[in-house]
């Protein structure tokens, strides 16, 4: 079981909610992607370490039921769902989250059941990784890639496009300079990318294991 | 608020870096031990020597007398195991000082030619394992030896239940040195604090509260306010939990700790590094790099990699190498005016002057050069301590502006080693890199793996730090590591791009240490720590 | 839209199993099978487009945390399916059945009511009924197809090592060089050289240094 692929780490936790708390905070949730309130998000998009994340807050009456057969749940809280893909591991990315949004963290959880807050550091991680699920199968279409690398890749095409069409037919020096000019502007972009640093010793060791079994392509390598 | 640290309870090397105070020479010994009686023994023979962070007696305050040589310990996990510390004990520490530096080979990196295969035989010694350190600053190179003679006598007497390990390797290809030396390299009979790659070392210190340390040294070494950088309003000192054990840290708590409380209390982690420098390969690698760059200067490319002139002067409030000549002679003098000043007015000036300099050296920040085009944005001192360089110029994304740096800062109390006049690879030189920190895994290790060695929180993909990355070699034996120089923005001019960078610095050995307060030292040796 | 976010999509599905019958428990065949899949570029999912990053979970139960917090339990466990992908959801489920049905039947057909599905139309409703809506979802990354994103990221790395490989060339040399380059990396051509989904290491040929006609 791996929370982790290539760059990519996959946080799953669940969490109670009391379903007064509920509605005020998917109230909360949809107030946070109104342009007035963008700014609670800022500092999520700054750390910039997110690819996606997602979180869904389902009643008891929402959880699928698909025959007869299948019991109806009576459970009373709502339960809070919480999707990650983040570049790190969480032992190592979670002080920088929760020194750098606590309270976008707060905002979030406050309501759930026995949220300790996100300050000081241990009772937060300890409720984190105790409502935490592991991932049975991760799968990232790019996992030598971090979302930093994704975005800013997105801007070097669309700049080396530009700069294709431009210069299609420049004179050697012409193209000199507006190349340079190129690199001035894109040079935040121009890195390269390798395979990910050794997060977890203990996910490194189930991938050595794997290989000795003669399991490669359970990697995805070539057998 | 913090209550003042009992510096009687807490060792030296904590609150001091011995270095700026006088003392230019180290020697480090480490020993094994056998038998838990006789360690224990050991142990309780050295407390009356080890040195507390007590200060110093100077003209206006009391004190006590400043020793010839300060003298301190630490202990490895196997060594607290070996001296018989009770398993509850031992489980309550943290698993990266519990596994020691080479379980944790790939997370430092630690591959090639820095692989523990490689390292000085006294880290590979299967029968014996390293568990006490031993170390030993002295003002002058007797005052270490006298310090050596008396724990040798006390080591004499323990029996063979302890064994002073040899196998540290020295100048000439010897390799069973019985310990490590080091010392600051010297310039005409002063020492300086100069590496030998020419760098000024050891400017960028962390400043926290409760060591009762002039608070106008927070200036540009504690963590950013957001105010100006270049005023002291920037900066407010570091809480001390960050460094000590039993103190509130910067995540508003008593940070992770041994138990019984008093084990831990006062204590901390201690990373012990010894790397070594090719000095031929950086020299002629700036050479070379400084014909393909449009100043032509080695000084420049010098200055790219670090983030700072080799004067020590910061890129970031220097930009070219007069000016930044020029202010370096100028802190030297108020240096000395300093250190010469008699009577109180003068020495109120002199300090004054002094501080006001220095705030030019450290009271920098980031925010005015987010690209780059100063201080590369994969400099060396960029990497280790980004200050609000993380926030990446957004006002107020983070709770405060150094969200992402406050608890990722180290302390650094080591030394040069080795013959500074060899200027090759194989010469016997390098650093004895000692880190000091509450937590390895946070403040070591993640600045290490997430900083050094790779560089996606600065956008650069997996280029990692010029000097001290674990560059590696392409198929045709050469080195492939890679750093650009942006230039300033919209200027439309080019960066600059080195590649081909050889490892520059390699691992030649190293463990992870606890260091205890006299308290707990006072226990281990008595053996009672019992966290029932 | 909490589903959306820009051309993006977050599907998140509670999939509820088959309760276990006498020694057999459907929620743990249904691990093991997810623990012994084939992964990254041999993932099933690498074969469904546009798929940016997903995970699968079996959910044994709520957690219980603690007086004065009640103590409940759920009544099945469920396949916790979490997709982030481009495009439009129908679309999306159509070719993950034509793409991998063995697989999809294979991992869910201990679930409940998943008998039922037979073709592609009918897992598109199976699925939308175990759909949770999503209360936010956030885009930290973009929302261009996953085409895009893999030929953008093969550029950024081609260019970065052309940038590297041609600093301090003259501006002939340079331009005859970067005309070479465009040749091999073909930029505006999706289905041109580019990076594979799932791909954890780079093979020769995606360096364009191993294309070059003139001698280096």
């Known amino acids: 079981m791996s929370n982790i692929a290539g760059k990519s780490y996959a946080m799953n936790v669940i969490t109670p909610i009391k379903w007064y708390m509920a509605w005020l905070n998917r109230l909360i949730f949809w107030a946070a992607q109104l342009p007035l309130f963008k700014s609670k998000l800022t500092g999520l998009i700054t750390l910039s370490l997110i690819h996606y994340a997602r979180w869904a807050i389902v009643r008891p009456a929402a959880f699928p039921r698909l025959d007869p057969s299948q019991p109806r749940e009576t459970i009373k809280y709502h339960y809070m769902f919480f999707f990650s893909n983040f570049n790190g591991s969480w032992a190592q990315y979670v002080d920088s989250f929760h020194m750098a949004i606590p309270s976008g963290l707060n905002l979030f959880w406050e309501r759930n059941v026995k949220y300790p807050g996100s300050v000081p550091l241990q009772p937060f991680h300890s409720y984190i990784t105790y409502n935490q699920i592991w991932t049975n199968h991760y799968y990232n279409a790019y996992p030598l890639a971090a979302s930093n690398d994704v975005k800013a890749a997105k801007t070097l095409k669309a700049a080396l496009l530009d700069f294709i069409a431009k210069t299609q037919n420049a004179t050697p020096e012409d193209f000199k300079k507006q190349y340079e000019a190129l690199l001035n502007n894109t040079q935040s972009c121009i890195s390269l990318m390798e395979p990910t640093p050794i997060v977890s010793l203990s996910a490194q060791a189930v991938q050595d294991r794997l290989s000795a079994a003669g399991r490669k392509g359970q990697l995805g390598e070539a057998a | 608020m913090t209550a003042l640290l009992s510096l009687n309870d807490i060792q030296g090397n904590i609150v001091k870096g011995y270095g700026r105070f006088g003392f230019p020479f180290a020697r480090y010994i480490f020993y ?284 970031a409030s220097f930009p070219t190498k007069a000016a930044a000549d020029a202010f370096m002679t100028e802190v030297d003098d108020a240096k000395q005016k300093l250190r010469k000043a008699r009577g109180t007015v003068e020495e109120v000036m002199a300090e004054a002057r002094y501080i006001t300099l220095l705030s030019k050296l450290v009271g920098f920040d980031y925010t005015d050069d987010l690209e780059g085009g100063r201080c590369p944005v994969g400099a060396h001192i960029r990497r280790a301590n980004p200050r609000s360089a993380l926030e990446f110029g957004v006002k107020g994304a983070f709770n405060t502006p150094g969200a992402l740096s406050n608890r990722r800062r180290i302390l650094r109390r080591g030394l040069p080693y080795g013959n500074a006049a060899d200027k090759t690879d194989t010469g016997n030189h390098g650093i004895i890199f000692m880190v000091l920190a509450a937590s390895i895994s946070r403040q070591f290790e993640f600045v290490q793996q997430q900083w050094i060695n790779y560089g996606n929180d600065f956008k650069l993909a997996n280029e990692k730090d010029p000097i001290i990355g674990n560059h590696h070699v392409d198929k045709s034996g050469k080195g492939n590591g890679r750093m650009i120089f942006p230039a300033r923005p919209k200027t439309g001019r080019s960066p600059h791009f080195c590649r081909h960078m050889p490892r520059f610095v390699e691992t030649r050995g190293g463990e992870y240490f606890f260091i205890p307060s006299m308290t707990a030292l006072q226990m281990i040796a008595d053996g009672t720590v019992d966290p029932t | 839209m909490g589903n959306t976010a820009g051309k993006a999509y977050g599907l998140t599905l509670l999939c509820p199993i088959k309760a276990d019958v006498g020694g057999y428990s459907y929620g743990d065949i249904i691990r093991d099978r997810l623990e012994g899949l084939m992964l990254n570029h041999n993932s099933p999912m690498a074969k469904v487009p546009n798929t940016y990053l997903c995970r699968l979970y079996v959910l044994d139960d709520v957690f219980y945390e603690g007086y004065p917090a009640k103590e409940e339990h759920l009544k099945s466990r469920y396949l916790v399916f979490c997709t982030n992908f481009y495009g439009s959801l129908e679309t999306y489920l159509q070719e993950m059945w034509n793409k991998i049905e063995k697989d999809v039947r294979f991992l869910w057909e201990h679930c409940i009511a998943f008998d039922r599905v037979q073709n592609a139309k009918e897992f598109v409703a199976y699925i939308k009924k175990c759909q949770v809506k999503n209360t936010l979802f956030f885009n930290g990354s973009t929302d261009e197809p996953l085409a895009e994103q893999l030929k953008s990221l093969y550029l950024k790395q081609e260019f970065s090592r052309f940038v590297f490989n041609n600093h301090g060339k003259t501006a002939g040399e340079l331009q005859r060089a970067f005309r070479e380059f465009v040749a091999i990396t073909q930029p505006d051509n999706l289905a041109g050289p580019s990076w594979t989904p799932g791909m954890i290491e780079e093979s020769p040929h995606h360096n364009y240094e191993n294309h070059l006609q003139t001698a280096r």
């Open chain 2, 32 to 315: 094994s031990v056998r038998d838990a009686a006789a360690g224990r023994n050991f142990v309780s023979s050295l407390i009356p020597l080890i040195t507390t962070s007590v200060p110093w007696k100077t003209k206006e305050s009391g004190g006590v007398v400043k020793p010839e040589a300060a003298i301190n310990i630490a202990f490895t996990y196997q060594g607290l195991k070996n001296l018989g510390l009770p398993r509850e004990s031992l489980q309550s520490f943290p698993d990266d000082f519990a596994m020691g530096m080479r379980g944790r080979r790939d997370i430092l990196g630690d591959d090639g030619k820095s692989a523990p295969e490689n390292w000085d035989p006294i880290w590979n010694k299967n029968t014996e394992q390293v568990a006490i350190f031993v170390g030993i600053n002295g003002q002058t190179k007797n005052a270490i030896e006298n310090a050596y003679a008396l724990i040798q006598k006390k080591l004499y007497e323990a029996g063979e239940g302890v064994l002073q390990l040899a196998g540290h390797t020295g100048d000439g290809g010897v390799n069973n040195l019985p310990y490590q030396d080091a010392s600051a390299v010297f310039e005409n009979g002063t020492p300086t604090a100069k590496e030998h790659f020419g760098y000024t070392d050891g400017i960028g210190e962390p400043f926290f509260k409760g060591t009762g340390e002039n608070p106008a040294y927070a200036m540009g070494s504690g963590k950013p306010t957001g105010h100006a950088p270049n005023t002291p309003f920037g900066w407010e000192a570091l809480e001390p939990g960050e460094f000590i054990l039993g103190h509130r840290d910067e995540a508003r708590e008593l940070p992770l700790a041994p138990s019984p409380h008093l084990l831990g209390h006062n204590g901390t982690f201690m990373v012990y590094r010894k790397l070594h420098q090719n000095v031929g390969s950086f020299k002629k690698y700036i050479q070379e790099e400084a014909k393909k760059h449009e100043d032509k200067d080695e000084e420049v490319i010098a200055a790219k990699f670090a983030g700072r002139w080799r004067s020590g002067a910061p890129l």
